[in-house]
């Protein structure tokens, strides 16, 4: 399956992508599994806040991705 | 008697009208933060005649803030922004009632602002006070308006409103403590704030009007540089509610409020006997704090320094500008430590006092 993933905010500071996608050979993969993927490529986002959308719908750690699949990763914002 | 010529073209409206006029002279709204968000959202209420506006912010007017902060102008750098504010949106629109507290909000004043005011609108710029705001908006069960930014990109969303989801149900608050955000400048491009806030006003009239769809349960996000708008839709997560509500009401009860320090009550807490006052930055950060019991431990090491702590002694936590020093004290609570204080602002709000 490939999933398209976008970074915002701080995160996408670390990463230096706004978006890039990922392709696995499972079928379907599980939130914190995919979490756990990106932060074995980005090991500074471990050290971050943020929270993750399944196409557009904020998701847990048991929310199962797919193909085609959009995810977000989203950091609050702190400025004002 | 509402001036009808000043609001015919909104007045017009048939989803207006002038009750809807009224209802927005009668209503009641609070805006922390008058900064990059706090202007457009103040001008825009205020033109729109909302009746009653507190202002919050204990900051005074810099000029590295001209480039996005329209209400401000160069003869004001140095004035009290609350104040320089209120005069400005006075002029812009004289007939409603403008109260500046010019002071920072913390969990000390907290309750003595919000009393009486329906809406917060959230325009601060530290994540550890939209958490305490968050709180007593699900406390007080009264919406909070939110927008945030970084760099070229906006967040606005519509926490506690009827019932609906919290900011702690979109962004959990960690108590990892290496899960810490950032608290370096970056930069901003003026006119996001402007539109942020622009947004964040819509929300206020549509909330004080009954009108359209509130932005609650999502989260808009705006990216001014590539111009791509994206709407996440959350819900409501029970726990993260009650854990802001009870937050919430221990601090309108006053319950909660001493943890924070003043520069004076931190100064004086610095040189009480027996005290560890711990430095959370990294050792490389400006300016410096130096005493007899000041120790440089930074956030990470934490965990295991305390290990050696007795669980009563008492402990006071800084950092620079107040974020960092907060994870700590929470981390430190919740580990057991019973008489846990941290520099509200951090020591750049101690500049004054040191040298």
């Keep these: ?70 995810i977000a990763f989203l950091p609050p914002f702190a400025g004002g | 008697m509402i001036n009808t010529k000043r609001y015919n073209r909104q007045i017009i409206l048939p989803e207006i009208g002038e009750t809807g006029q009224q209802k927005l002279q009668d209503a009641r709204v609070l805006v922390i933060g008058a900064g990059g968000l706090g202007c457009p959202v103040l001008q825009n209420l205020a033109s729109a005649g909302v009746g009653n506006i507190g202002i919050v912010d204990g900051d005074v007017v810099d000029e590295t803030n001209l480039h996005r902060q329209l209400l401000y102008t160069l003869k004001d750098c140095g004035n009290i922004k609350a104040e ?36 917060i609108v959230d325009c601060t710029d530290t994540i550890a006070v939209r958490y305490f705001i968050n709180d007593l908006s699900a406390a007080k069960k009264i919406p909070m308006v939110y927008a945030s930014i970084h760099k070229f990109e906006g967040q606005v969303s519509v926490f506690n409103y009827k019932n609906g989801p919290s900011y702690r149900c979109l962004f959990p608050e960690q108590e990892n403590l290496n ?54 839709d959350f819900t409501k997560n029970p726990k993260a509610v009650e854990k802001g509500f009870i937050n919430g009401t221990l601090l309108l009860n006053n319950k909660k409020n001493n943890e924070d320090l003043t520069p004076e009550a931190f100064l004086e807490k610095c040189s009480q006997l027996g005290m560890v006052v711990i430095d959370v930055r990294e050792s490389d950060e400006v300016p410096e704090f130096k005493r007899e019991n000041v120790i440089q431990i930074p956030l990470s090491e934490l965990e295991e320094y305390s290990k050696n702590l007795h669980k009563n002694q008492e402990i006071v936590v800084f950092c620079q500008t107040g974020q960092r020093s907060q994870q700590a004290m929470n981390y430190l609570k919740n580990s057991g430590f019973v008489g846990v204080f941290h520099l509200a602002r951090g020591i750049e709000s101690l500049k004054n006092q040191i040298q």
């Design chain 1, 1 to 70: 399956m490939t999933i398209t993933l976008k970074y915002f905010g701080s995160l996408a500071d670390i990463t230096k992508l706004r978006e890039e996608q990922f392709t696995f050979d499972e079928e379907t993969i599980s939130v914190s599994a995919l979490k756990s993927k990106v932060e074995g490529s980005y090991q500074n986002i471990q050290n971050t806040t943020y929270t993750i959308a399944v196409n557009q719908t904020m998701s847990d750690s048991q929310t199962k991705i797919k193909d085609q699949d959009v």
């Design chain 2, 84 to 119: 320089t504010a209120k005069k400005a949106i006075l002029e812009l629109n004289p007939e409603i009632n403008i109260t500046a507290f010019s002071e920072f909000f913390t969990t000390q004043n907290a309750p003595r602002i919000v009393e009486g005011y329906h809406i």
């Design chain 2, 179 to 232: 899960a810490v955000p950032n608290c370096a400048e970056s930069g901003v491009l003026g006119v996001l704030p402007n539109t942020l806030g622009t947004l964040q006003a819509t929300e206020v009239l549509k909330i004080i009007l009954e009108i359209g769809t509130v932005l609650s349960g999502k989260l808009l996000i705006y990216d001014a540089l590539h111009f791509q708008t994206q709407i996440i």
